[in-house]
């Protein structure tokens, strides 16, 4: 079956793709704007190519587009805005040169975030080139003095910073698929390992139901009427043939009317109580059927009753009779009561209570949800493959990542924009270096888990204090120059802080931080081209910082939609796979055993073979203890090693072996070798008995135990004496016609080995 994509990495994939787009086009669009107000002239055709990036932006804002023709239509705009500006190196002084870098700058973060690597780093290179020949008049500029620059050299850092914050949440975003998916695959098996049981349950209780008791009655000669066996036989055939119903199955029946072809079956006069029709889902009215015709067996073979009254309703249905009754509950080994009724109707929703006693007849009281509460996908839809522990745990891992990408970006910043740059009006070393510490030990404490938010709002405080006492400090002509580290810097610590805070108070913080420093900066240096500086950092810094807190609230947010259509898609997987169970293997398995012994009921319907034949008795005797064996089987829940025994039991049954199987769960699994002999010495011993075998397995704390009888010929002690295990204690007793091996497994040896 094909795997769903990963639906959580697909989310976060596009709510980064989301988040580069928005803040690319919000800081062109707040670049031009400031470069157009600011009145700076523009050579050639640099004004009217700001203009052209300015109105893309603005559209591009309000169609919100997606895809890489887009994507590729933006990086044309702004080559051709690269293009057709003059600028000169990024060290000059004057402000016009700083939109081309920032531009830059706003391209190769968002490539960044929303790209892969390889298209990321083929269109951060290109814009590189196309700055550097946009800046090619420079006298003496040359590739290596382009590429050392400050500002030029910080957009690959930029780029990298943006690259490995994608690169570590789709990372986790894959692990949260991959755990999800794991879990849900694990719900898968185990939900159509369940379906595989009630299916054969319900199989095995309709044989029981119908087959297994015709058989049992001609195979120990009560069948005093053969037209009353005939028409058993006949009536058992149109049931096994009509099918179990299959989940999913949402066609209706009319519980009254299947009522009314019931008790023409039952030997005992019936008198029906039904108001009217009664309409329910074809897997529900199955199953009240079913245990009502197992109700009305019992009633006419162990009753003695000279009429039964069948009162139905909505939502109940009782079966009382007149017959001798019985003390008591009804004793556990009742296969008919215990599974054909209380069971199935335990396993619909409903009830069933059986109220009888000495010589006053039965009453059984069968009960279930009104059609209103039920559906035939209540009946047998699996629960929701997904864990929510698995989906919270994967969805925290997300938001972790992400964390950690923002404490690396806001340490990487302060230290690179901190150490890189030398100023001799920058504070004394002591001071720059005390700054620098609170900044990166608040981005580090943001790696705490479960920390109290007064204790996060007081570090964000302390990382916004460090930045105002450094602008402070500096020189006016210093405040927006690169010893003035803290712009941008401080910004990436207040959001690495503010990651798992509401997105309101984290956005609160990150605008305060940036509202301060403006003001400072604008009351140390009050000019004009100061204002169009802090026009341009705030496009390409401030934007950028509160794109990605806000894309840090809406993280979790992406992830848990992704995750609930990840549970749907697998709900439907689920369905699939246990439908595809019943079409393929319980629906084949049915029909195999039905093949059995469908023949006998067949001639015994039509009269070819008279019950009391001793050839036809013995072989309904067979087929009864073949349907038997079955049932012990389903209240052994599988036990393994008659799983493996089951071929060797069908062929010794097939030529008229009378087997006895009983069997006890073994409480642990067996070594392969160890179950390998087990059930190599037991096929021996059934291969060789002539008319009779028993296989008896018992278990305790301390091993196992597999006792094999059978009348075999003393040549089967040579083929015993072949296997050989030291793991498997193995004695050998003949008496008379009968050889008697038991084998034993010590726990404790298996440990040893």
Request: proline share 5%.
């Amino acid at each position: 079956m094909p795997r769903d994509p990963d639906p959580t990495h697909a989310a976060v994939a596009q709510e980064a793709t989301w988040l580069a787009i928005r803040f690319r086009h919000a800081a062109y669009l707040l670049l031009t704007l400031v470069h157009l107000a600011s009145g700076v002239a523009d050579p050639g055709p640099g004004r009217a190519v700001t203009i052209g990036l300015a109105v893309w932006s603005a559209g591009r804002l309000w169609w919100r587009r997606i895809g890489p023709w887009w994507t590729a239509a933006d990086i044309a705009v702004v080559a051709v805005y690269l293009l057709g500006t003059v600028s000169v190196a990024a060290e000059a002084s004057t402000t016009k040169d700083l939109i081309d870098v920032k531009v830059v700058a706003a391209t190769v973060i968002s490539v960044g975030i929303a790209e892969t690597a390889r298209i990321s780093a083929a269109v951060t290179a290109l814009v590189l080139v196309l700055l550097y020949y946009a800046n090619s008049g420079l006298p003496g500029l040359t590739p290596w003095r382009f590429l050392s620059d400050l500002a030029i050299a910080y957009l690959l850092v930029e780029w990298l910073l943006a690259m490995g914050v994608r690169r570590v949440v789709l990372r986790a975003a894959t692990v949260h698929d991959q755990t999800v998916t794991a879990a849900a695959d694990a719900r898968v098996a185990s939900e159509v390992a369940a379906a595989r049981r009630r299916y054969e349950h319900e199989q095995w209780a309709v044989m029981h139901d119908t087959a297994a008791a015709t058989l049992l009655m001609v195979g120990q000669g009560a069948a005093a009427d053969p037209e009353r066996i005939a028409r058993q036989a006949a009536r058992d055939l149109t049931v096994l043939e009509s099918g179990i119903p299959l989940p999913g199955d949402d066609s209706e029946a009319d519980l009254s009317e299947l009522l009314r072809e019931l008790s023409t079956a039952c030997t005992t006069p019936v008198t029906l109580r039904i108001s009217g029709p009664l309409p329910l889902p074809r897997g529900l009215a199955w199953t009240i059927t079913a245990a009502a015709r197992e109700a009305l067996t019992n009633i006419d073979r162990h009753a003695h009753a000279s009429g039964v009254t069948v009162d139905a309703g909505a939502g109940r249905l009782v079966i009382a009779d007149d017959g001798i009754g019985f003390d008591g509950p009804p004793a556990p080994d009742r296969y008919g009561i215990r599974h054909s009724i209380v069971e199935r109707m335990r396993a619909v929703g409903g009830d069933a209570v059986i109220i009888s006693a000495r010589g006053n007849g039965t009453e059984i009281r069968l009960g279930w949800p009104l059609p209103a509460e039920v559906s035939t996908e209540t009946l047998a839809a699996p629960p929701d493959p997904v864990d929510e522990p698995e989906t919270a745990t994967g969805i925290d891992r997300i938001g972790r990542s992400f964390g950690y990408g923002m404490v690396g970006i806001a340490v990487a910043d302060t230290l690179l924009q901190s150490t890189l740059t030398a100023h001799p009006a920058s504070p004394p070393a002591a001071v720059d270096a005390l700054l620098v510490a609170v900044n990166i030990g608040g981005a580090l404490a943001a790696l705490i888990p479960r920390r109290r938010e007064s204790v996060t709002l007081a570090l964000m405080g302390a990382a916004i204090a460090a930045a105002l006492v450094l602008t402070a400090w500096l020189p006016a002509d210093a405040v927006l120059a690169g010893p003035n580290w803290s712009i941008g810097a401080s910004g990436w610590t207040v959001v690495a802080l503010g990651f798992r805070l509401s997105p309101r108070l984290s956005l609160s913080a990150l605008t305060a931080w940036w509202l301060l420093v403006c003001a400072v900066v604008l009351v140390r240096a009050p000019s004009a081209e100061s204002l169009t500086v802090l026009g341009y950092h705030t496009a390409a810094i401030f934007f950028l910082q509160v794109f990605t807190a806000w894309f840090a609230a809406t993280l979790d947010r992406a992830a848990r939609q992704a995750a609930a259509l990840h549970a749907e898609r697998l709900r439907h997987r689920t369905t699939d796979a246990v439908a595809l169970l019943h079409e393929q293997e319980c629906l084949r398995r049915y029909r195999e055993l039905l093949t059995e012994f469908t023949p006998l009921l067949q001639g015994l319907a039509d009269g070819t073979h008279d019950p009391e034949d001793p050839a036809v008795r013995a072989a309904a005797r067979t087929e009864y203890a073949r349907l038997r064996r079955l049932f012990t089987q389903q209240d052994g829940v599988g036990h393994p090693l008659l799983t493996d025994l089951r071929t060797g039991i069908d062929a010794a049954e097939r030529r008229g072996v009378s087997v006895t199987v009983e069997a006890a769960p073994t409480g642990r699994d067996l070594p392969d070798a160890v179950r390998g002999h087990l059930v190599a010495a037991t096929r021996i011993m059934l291969d060789a008995s002539r008319s009779r075998a028993r296989v008896v397995v018992t278990a305790d704390a301390d091993g196992c135990t597999v006792s094999a009888l059978g009348d075999c010929p003393v040549e089967t002690l040579d083929r015993l004496s072949t296997l050989t295990d030291t793991a498997v204690h193995t004695e050998v007793v003949t008496a008379g016609e009968l050889l008697w091996a038991r084998l034993h497994h010590r726990f404790e040896l298996e440990e040893a080995r």
